[in-house]
C-alpha cells in the first residue's frame, strides 16, 4: 500500500492511499490510532502470558503430546510478539519504515510464521485429543511424547519451507521522505503474490480447519453417547468436560482471528486484482485493516487453552499463586461414583 497526499476540497492536505488502481484515494487515518494501539495490547498481554507459559512449561516433567504441542504453540506466540514493537512504532510514526529491508522482511514474515504455525499446533492439539477421546486404547499405546516433538519439528519445516518466496515479496518502497514496509509486495509483482499466498491460504489454513472440524464432529458424536461402567465416573466426565472446553477454546480462537482475516484478505486481494469501484474497495480495505489485528490477537487467546485443556499446566499455574500445600488438596482425584464410600463404615465401627 502506497500512501500520498493529494488536495481536494479548499486546498487541504488529506492523507489518502492509493492501494491498486491510481485513481483510488483512500482516507486511512483510522489505521494510524486503530494499529498502535491494538498491537500495544497484544505485545504486552501476549509477552506476559506466553512468557508464563513457556516458564511453566519448562517446570513441568515429563511433559505428554498435549504439553509438548502447547509448548511450541506458546513459542510461535512469544517470538511472534517480540516484534511487535517495531510495528507499533511504524504506524505511530505514520508508516514511516526506520529498520531496514531485512528487519521488514523478518516481521512481516514473524507474523504469517506465527499465523500458520498456531493453525497447525491447534490441529496437532485437536488430532491429539480426538484420538485419546475416539480411540484410547491407540492413544495409550501408540501416541507418545516423541511422536508430538517430531510432528512439531515438521510443522516448523514446512511453515519455513512455504513461507521462503514472502521473504522474496515483501519488501520496502519510497513515498516521499517516508520508507514503507508493505506487508505484501511491491505493486508490479502483485499478482504473483495473491497466486502464491492463495495456494498458502488452502494448504496451510484450509485443510487443517477441514481437519479440526471433522475431528471434533467426530468427538461431539462420541462424547454425546450414553456412558456404562468405568466411562460413567467423575474421572471420564472430567475429560469429557476438558474435551468441550477444548472444542469451544479453539472454535473460538478460529472465529475471532482465524477465520474473519482470511475472509476478509481474500476480499482483499481479490479486489485489488479485478480492480473493483473505488468505494467498494474502500470498504473492502477498511474491513480488511480491523481484521489483521484480530490475527494478532491468537497470541493472547492461546494461553486460555493451556489453563482450561491442560491439567498439569493449571495445577502447576495454581500452585505457584497459591502455594503447593493448597492446590494439593484442591488437585487430588475424585472418587468413581460407582466406587463405595468405605469411611462412613470405618467411623461407625469407631464409635462402637
Known amino acids: 500500500m ?3 497526499w493529494n488536495l481536494s476540497g479548499l486546498n487541504q492536505a488529506v492523507p489518502t492511499t492509493s492501494i491498486f488502481n491510481s485513481s483510488c484515494r483512500f482516507d486511512e487515518e483510522f489505521k494510524y490510532i486503530l494499529l498502535p494501539v491494538s498491537y500495544s495490547v497484544v505485545f504486552v498481554c501476549g509477552f506476559v502470558l506466553n512468557a508464563a507459559a513457556l516458564w511453566l512449561f519448562a517446570r513441568m516433567r515429563p511433559w505428554n503430546p498435549s504439553t509438548v504441542f502447547m509448548f511450541h504453540l506458546a513459542l510461535s506466540d512469544f517470538l511472534y510478539v517480540l516484534s511487535l514493537p517495531t510495528l507499533i512504532y511504524y504506524y505511530a510514526n505514520r508508516s514511516h519504515w526506520v529498520f531496514g529491508v531485512a528487519t521488514c522482511k523478518a516481521v512481516r514474515f514473524l507474523f504469517y510464521a506465527n499465523l500458520y504455525c498456531s493453525i497447525l499446533f491447534l490441529t496437532c492439539i485437536s488430532v491429539n485429543r480426538y484420538v485419546g477421546i475416539c480411540h484410547p486404547i491407540q492413544a495409550l499405546t501408540r501416541v507418545k511424547p516423541r511422536h508430538a516433538h517430531m510432528a512439531c519439528g515438521a510443522v ?22 517516508d520508507t514503507l ?51 460413567s465416573t467423575r474421572q471420564a466426565a472430567a475429560s469429557r468436560q476438558k474435551s468441550i472446553k477444548l472444542i469451544v477454546v479453539v472454535l473460538v480462537v478460529f472465529a475471532v482471528s482465524f477465520v474473519p482475516f482470511h475472509i476478509t484478505r481474500t476480499l482483499y486481494y481479490a479486489a485489488r486484482v479485478l480492480d473493483v469501484p473505488c468505494e467498494t474497495l474502500d470498504v473492502i480495505n477498511f474491513t480488511y485493516k480491523i481484521t489483521r489485528p484480530l490475527a494478532s490477537l491468537n497470541s493472547c487467546l492461546d494461553p486460555i487453552l493451556y489453563f482450561l485443556a491442560g491439567d498439569h499446566y493449571r495445577s502447576k499455574l495454581m500452585s505457584v499463586l497459591f502455594g503447593n ?16 464410600r468405605k469411611d462412613n463404615n470405618i ?4 464409635k462402637n
Open 325 to 340: 500445600s493448597r492446590v494439593t488438596s484442591s488437585q487430588m482425584p475424585e472418587e468413581p461414583l460407582n466406587q463405595p
Open 181 to 231: 514496509c508493505h506487508d505484501t509486495t511491491s505493486l508490479d509483482s502483485f499478482r504473483q503474490y495473491v497466486n502464491y499466498s492463495s495456494v498458502v491460504m488452502v494448504l496451510l489454513f484450509g485443510v487443517p480447519f477441514l481437519v479440526i472440524v471433522v475431528c471434533y464432529f467426530l468427538m461431539a458424536r462420541t462424547l454425546c453417547r450414553p456412558r456404562r461402567g468405568l466411562s
Open 2 to 4: 502506497e500512501a500520498v
Open 156 to 177: 516448523w519445516a514446512v511453515v519455513s519451507a512455504c513461507l521462503v518466496p514472502n521473504l522474496v515479496f515483501v519488501t520496502t518502497s519510497k513515498r516521499d521522505n
Open 347 to 350: 467411623s461407625l465401627a469407631n
